[in-house]
């Protein structure tokens, strides 16, 4: 909790704003309850979920580090900006939150480790829209809908910094603090918030942070068929088939299936003998903008290939996030 603290602050006050206290209190309470909270300077935590965590399987995400760094960052979304109480506020805090939480994961367990979380916070969101009562509302008009302002929040929000990168993404949130950051009435909405961001951002990013924020969209993704052929200079040729396909819905489930045009990473990975994902080593990482449901690509890697994918780090909304990689056979 006290790293978590420490890296925290650091990486809000670099990144967003200076903190406004001259103290962090992180205060255990009775497990009667199981949350932690961030008041003002200071954060509730219930002894059931931090303080007796048992972190010793390394593979185990370190949730402790994550509940902290995200009451950490609600110093600044929800303490320093306060969302107006309309549709879409929870985005303010809570997903901003997530977003400020993953970065400080990101740094403290690099880029690669990240994609179990974002798979995890992404089957919780498909999952618990399956028995949404009312209606599914996009992130930046959800109703204290959690699935979407926690779970989805996580997944657009990295994918708009996959987008548009962390630095840019930052200058905006520290822009977007500037404006309201302190203020009383009348507070911003997300629509404040997406104006900033469409202003500050190039036009062929706007149809995609359209899609994230305004709409409710998936990119179902799928590779096909991966085969490698070993070429005379010891390099391999790698045949990927992948399948896109966009898909919208409305609130009540009603689909349509949309034109594909995506900017999407297609990644050919290496792993030792006997090693898993955690080991595994970059061989291709580059996006490729995909026009097409099915498209055929051949890549040129130096060593002998293991698995090969589209979207192959789950960036992306995609209603099967297990089917984006696939294992490569080599062929004579
Ligand atoms: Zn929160």
């Known amino acids: 909790m006290v790293e978590a603290t420490k890296k925290s602050l650091d990486y809000f006050t670099r990144n967003f704003s200076p903190y406004q206290f001259r103290q962090f209190r ?22 059931s979920i931090g303080f007796i965590a048992d972190l010793r399987d390394e593979d185990d ?42 970065m400080v994961m990101e740094r403290e367990y690099g880029p690669r480790q990240m994609r179990r979380f974002l798979k995890y916070e992404l089957d919780q969101y498909l999952t618990n829209r399956a028995t949404e009562r009312v209606q599914e509302l996009p992130l930046a008009l959800n109703e204290n809908q959690q699935y979407i302002h926690y779970r989805k929040g996580s997944v657009v929000f990295y994918a708009l910094r996959d987008a548009i990168g962390e630095e840019r993404l930052n200058a905006i949130l520290a822009e977007f603090l500037q404006q309201w950051a302190f203020k009383g009435p009348p507070y911003p909405t997300t629509r404040d918030f997406l104006d900033l961001l ?4 190039e036009p062929r990013h706007h149809p995609f942070i359209r ?16 085969e490698a052929r070993k070429r005379e200079d010891g390099k391999y040729v790698v045949t990927l088939q992948v399948h896109a396909e966009k898909v919208s819905t ?6 349509t299936q949309e034109p594909v045009d995506v900017l999407v990473d297609i990644g050919v990975f290496a792993r030792p003998p006997g090693g898993g994902e955690a080991d595994e080593k970059v061989l291709y990482l580059a996006k490729h903008r995909i026009t097409q449901a099915e498209t055929t690509l051949e890549l040129v890697v130096d060593e002998l290939p293991y698995e090969a994918g589209i979207d192959p780090y789950n960036k992306l909304i995609d209603r099967s996030s297990g089917d984006n990689r696939r294992r490569v056979t080599l062929v004579q």
């Open 211 to 226: 899609d994230l924020f305004e709409r409710i969209v998936f990119w179902n993704h799928r590779t096909t068929r991966a």
């Open 61 to 102: 995400i370190d949730y402790v580090f994550y509940v902290t760094a995200h009451e950490a960052a609600h110093q600044w979304w929800a303490h320093q900006v306060l969302p107006a109480n309309v549709q879409g506020a929870t985005m303010l805090a809570e997903s901003l939150a997530q977003y400020s939480a993953l």
């Open 250 to 255: 409305d609130g009540k489930g009603k689909e």
């Open 198 to 201: 469409y202003a500050r951002t």
């Open 26 to 47: 992180i205060l255990e309470f009775p497990g009667y309850q199981s949350f932690a909270q961030a008041f003002a300077g200071t954060i509730p935590y219930s002894e």
